[in-house]
């Protein structure tokens, strides 16, 4: 499957800069039981002239609510080419998933 991701930030807070990203991804559905395995790119800007692709693997299982929608709890990993240490991120997420 192909994913597509936008995404704004705003937090209110003077000295945390604003930022936009958009990325791309693929996942891969592990023989129809819901387990997947996915790759993503993703190019994060701020308007402090910061610029970092970030390339990312999530694991994670698809729960069908109904026969097109799911809840999709994943762990996962970007790996930031600017500063490692700094910027690269793991971590839990919860998503809905709309299959259309």
Same mark, same amino acid.
Request: hydrophobic share 35%; glycine share 12%; aromatic share 16%.
């Given at each position: 499957?192909?994913? %597509?991701?936008?995404?704004?930030? =705003? ?5 945390? /800069?604003?930022? !936009? ?12 039981? %819901?387990?997947?395995? %996915?790759v993503n790119a993703t190019l994060? =800007? ?8 970030? /390339?990312? !693997?999530?694991? %994670?299982?698809? +729960? ?6 799911? !809840?999709? /709890? ?7 080419? *600017?500063? =490692? ?6 971590? +839990? *997420?919860?998503?809905i998933g709309i299959y259309i």
């Open positions: 499957m192909m994913l %597509g991701q936008v995404a704004y930030n =705003h937090s209110g807070n003077e000295t945390v /800069p604003d930022y !936009i990203a958009v990325g791309a991804g693929l996942r891969y559905y592990i023989e129809q039981n %819901g387990l997947y395995v %996915g994060v =800007h701020t308007y402090r002239n910061y610029n970092d692709l970030m /390339p990312g !693997i999530e694991l %994670g299982y698809a +729960f069908f609510v109904s026969r097109t929608v799911t !809840i999709e /709890p994943s762990v996962y990993y970007n790996q930031s080419f *600017k500063s =490692h240490t700094k910027y690269s991120t793991a971590g +839990f *997420k919860i998503g």
